[in-house]
């Protein structure tokens, strides 16, 4: 029903857009040579933060797939250079977030590495195919060509090596960018672009001591011919005079209990960073043995390390999608967290209805609170408060589910350890909103709340009593309650178990209450149960075609009638709960069901073709209100309705669904995706952009940065008439190209300085032509008068001066009063000085 009338309703003006939640600790972060800003890849973007107040700045978009790779351009540090799976390369400002070019290369890219030593080339990872069912990759380089368009194609592509590894880390260039070295398997490669010849050395595959030698990762020197790299067994070996294949040696460095993941040498190449799942940075001093410091607990394992150019900050990036920024003291200074931290998300996504932040699993053992408006994190909640230990093997617990009550005053969480039902260990906690600490604080906690692993678990509907329920795998599902601790004396409620039901010894698969909370629907495999929360009487069962029920909601509102559920079978069905039938089903593969909590209508994503659809219902209406092919690639299992602050005026009838809420959906690459109307962005836009201007005060671009000043003064002062304000001339050229030209094509500041400084400055050649219009009419008038009226002109004027007044002009002196003068202020009158001291 639903796939037949999508071309009916499908709108073009309502399109996906994305909202931030991609990984950022994907590839190493890159610092700007001021060590103001970090760059990283994320999704299909480049992020720009500040290091200071690790504030995102803006994005840099304009790939159509994954970036793989950013490096700054050699010849102009305000340029960066990003690659993407799309098979381009593109060239940004990234002050300015401006694409200067796109190189179009023709084949997918995995990573870029660029040279001072070599202007104008790009060295770029490629892959070649498949060998042995194992993917090969080649490291090849291209010249940028040079031309006026927007787009350029850089297809002539010159091999440099034709089986590097397919981790980015293991490639590095060496000192003055004078040979390149490729680390892969048990393999060493250093490649000497003069001699274009490959040295080659080998390594065991295991030592006497059973230690496992394979490269992880590599480094070079950069004032030394020297190359680290990391191995599988945690040592790190430095390798010196392998320009000589006989005669190369190495010394080996081990701190590292696991894999080395990352290698970075300071810019004067004293030192040597060093970083692996311990989630320890260590800092090794080149020359200097063994010496090291260490800085311990960072959080997640280092995946990646880099350094600013002038070795004043460093950033780590960590497997639980954080950035950590390191001062070069060797203290932290900032963390840049990342929405998701991890592969998948074990909890669904949640607002939380007093801050209105998005919930969801945080870094292990938490939940964190992210602003969707600013995209940035918040804070994390401890759930587990267990200290985690990052190592791999280890079975530890996780939250995995999460619900918050109506009025956000409760939380209650399920973490679990153990994997099979004979080693399975979870605990059940509810937690209390506290109102003076302005967060959650553990209520109860129960560590058998039911045999067997809770499957879901949601909070009454009504605001007047507060009841969890949750179903689990041991066939029952429990009714939770607050009681009063009568072993107590306070009146703090904890809570306890108020009901057990079951059906038919099946297991309960979903549950959730009606919008009253006058019903609770729970459902056991193929059969839909309808209880009472009052009696706890089963009041009627509903069953349909095979198929275990996946799915469960009920209507809002006018459809509040309705109950809404999928099955395994690819069904999408409406049941009528005052005559307790079927309503309709259609035949539809749904891979998440989300209702709006503010209106009658429900989201459901269909995933069939490798690409997922979007439908937007009301269960008493046959045909979608709204529908949209392909809003992402992958199965989307993770949605919520988010509502606005202010509801959206002016929409047509067929976007009344975004009016009150806006919806948002995780995919599986962890992108956070939301629908939005390109109306409400450009007003957006435009809103941000918009100035206060004052007509009366010439509209120049630097006045635009001072407008919104200008007219709070004019609201704190009284009005005068417009003629008595001198005429300002418009906005010179020299301002506009200054104030609005891109940063890397400015010539040097002290070429613009004197220009800038006299364009601001008022001409003052119209007031010269006045003031000398008057003086002759002045000097014409005294001629005619008489010595006497002369006479007492002069005085009045030199009366008027000695009282300080401004508004009379100064008559003009003589030459040989002008030299007179000049002599009387040469005179030395410091002998005065003495006898007004002396004087008693």
Not at 500 to 512: A, D, E, F, R
Not at 771 to 798: A, H, I, L, N, P
Request: hydrophobic share 35%; with cysteine.
């Amino acid at each position: 029903m639903f796939r037949e009338a999508k071309n009916m309703v499908e709108r073009s003006d309502i399109r996906v857009v994305r909202c931030g939640g991609s990984k950022i600790n994907f590839r190493p972060p890159i610092i700007s040579n001021d060590s103001r800003f970090v760059l990283c890849v994320s999704g299909d973007s480049v992020k720009v933060y500040s290091t200071r107040t690790e504030e995102w700045l803006h994005s840099l978009q304009g790939h159509t797939n994954q970036v793989t790779g950013i490096a700054f351009n050699p010849a102009n540090h305000l340029q960066v250079y990003s690659c993407s799976a799309d098979g381009t390369v593109k060239l940004w400002d990234f002050i300015d977030g401006i694409l200067i070019k796109t190189f179009i290369i023709g084949s997918p890219l995995f990573a870029l590495y660029v040279s001072k030593e070599h202007e104008g080339v790009i060295f770029l990872h490629l892959s070649t195919g498949t060998y042995n069912k194992n993917e090969c990759f080649q490291l090849v380089s291209t010249q940028l060509p040079k031309s006026a368009d927007q787009e350029v194609e850089a297809k002539e592509l010159s091999a440099v090596s034709s089986h590097i590894s397919p981790n980015p880390s293991c490639t590095a260039f060496g000192r003055g960018g004078e040979y390149i070295a490729f680390a892969r398997n048990l393999q060493l490669d250093v490649y000497f672009f003069r001699k274009q010849k490959t040295y080659s050395f080998y390594l065991k595959a295991t030592d006497k001591k059973g230690a496992k030698n394979a490269f992880t990762c590599i480094a070079c020197n950069p004032t030394d011919d020297c190359i680290a790299t990391g191995h599988e067994d945690g040592k790190i070996r430095l390798w010196r005079n392998f320009n000589h294949k006989k005669e190369y040696t190495y010394s080996t460095l081990h701190w590292h209990h696991n894999a080395v993941n990352t290698l970075c040498f300071t810019p004067e190449g004293t030192n040597l960073l060093s970083g692996g799942i311990e989630s320890v940075l260590v800092k090794w001093q080149c020359g200097g043995g063994s010496k090291k410091d260490v800085l311990p607990r960072l959080g997640g394992s280092i995946l990646h390390v880099s350094g600013s150019p002038d070795g004043q900050l460093f950033c780590v990036s960590h497997s639980d999608n954080k950035i950590t920024v390191i001062e070069g003291n060797f203290k932290v200074s900032g963390l840049i967290q990342g929405l998701v931290t991890g592969d998948t998300v074990l909890t669904d996504l949640m607002i939380d209805p007093r801050s209105k932040a998005l919930v969801l699993n945080g870094k292990p053992g938490h939940l964190q609170f992210y602003s969707l408006l600013r995209d940035k994190h918040l804070y994390n909640l401890d759930i587990v408060q267990q200290e985690y230990i990052y190592e791999a093997g280890l079975d530890q617990f996780e939250v995995v589910k999460a619900v918050f009550d109506v009025k956000g005053s409760w939380l209650a969480t399920v973490e679990e350890r153990g994997h099979e039902s004979s080693d399975l260990e979870f605990f059940l906690k509810l937690w209390a909103f506290d109102e003076t600490t302005q967060s959650f604080v553990l209520n109860t906690s129960i560590s058998a709340a039911h045999t067997d692993r809770i499957i879901s678990m949601c909070f009454s509907s009504s605001e007047e009593t507060t009841m969890l329920v949750t179903t689990a795998e041991d066939s029952q599902f429990k009714a939770w309650c607050q009681d009063a601790d009568a072993d107590t004396q306070q009146d703090q409620n904890f809570w306890s178990c108020d009901f057990v039901g079951s059906y038919h010894n099946l297991k309960p698969t979903n549950c959730t209450f009606s919008a009253d909370s006058s019903l609770l629907a729970v459902s056991f495999q193929e059969v839909v149960t309808i209880w009472s929360p009052d009696t706890w009487e089963l009041l009627t069962t509903l069953c349909q075609p095979p198929g275990q029920i996946r799915d469960l909601c009920f209507g809002r509102l006018s459809c509040s009638k309705y109950l809404l559920g999928t099955t395994t079978k690819n069904l999408l069905c409406c049941w009528n709960l005052l005559t307790c039938a079927l309503e309709w089903s259609t035949s539809l593969e749904v891979s998440k069901l989300q209702p709006d909590p503010l209106s009658e209508n429900v989201a459901a994503f269909s995933y069939q073709s490798k690409h997922t659809d979007l439908f937007v219902f009301k269960p008493s209406e046959p045909l979608p209100l709204f529908t949209h092919e392909k809003v992402c690639s992958e199965k989307v299992h993770h949605a919520i309705f988010v509502p606005r602050e202010e509801p959206l005026n002016g929409c047509d009838e067929s976007c009344q669904w975004l009016n009150g809420s806006q919806l948002y959906f995780l995919t599986q690459n962890m992108d956070l995706l939301t629908l939005s109307m390109a109306t409400e962005e450009d007003r957006m836009l435009s809103s941000s952009k918009r100035l206060v201007i004052d007509d009366s005060v010439a509209v120049t671009p630097f006045y635009l940065l001072l407008g919104k000043h200008r007219q709070q003064q004019k609201l704190n002062t009284p009005s005068h008439p417009a003629a008595d304000k001198p005429q300002q001339k418009q906005g010179s050229v020299s301002i506009k190209e200054l104030l609005h030209t891109p940063a890397h094509v400015l010539p040097a500041a002290s070429v613009l300085c004197s220009m800038f400084v006299n364009s601001l400055l008022i001409s003052n050649t119209g007031v010269r032509e006045e003031m000398e219009s008057s003086e002759q009419e002045m000097d014409c008038e005294k001629e005619e008068e008489d010595s006497e009226g002369e006479m007492e002109t002069r005085d009045s004027q030199q009366e008027l001066r000695a009282q300080g007044s401004v508004d009379e002009v100064t008559p003009k002196l003589s030459k040989a009063q002008e030299r007179e003068l000049k002599r009387v202020r040469k005179t030395d009158f410091s002998w005065m000085t003495g006898l007004i001291v002396s004087k008693p």
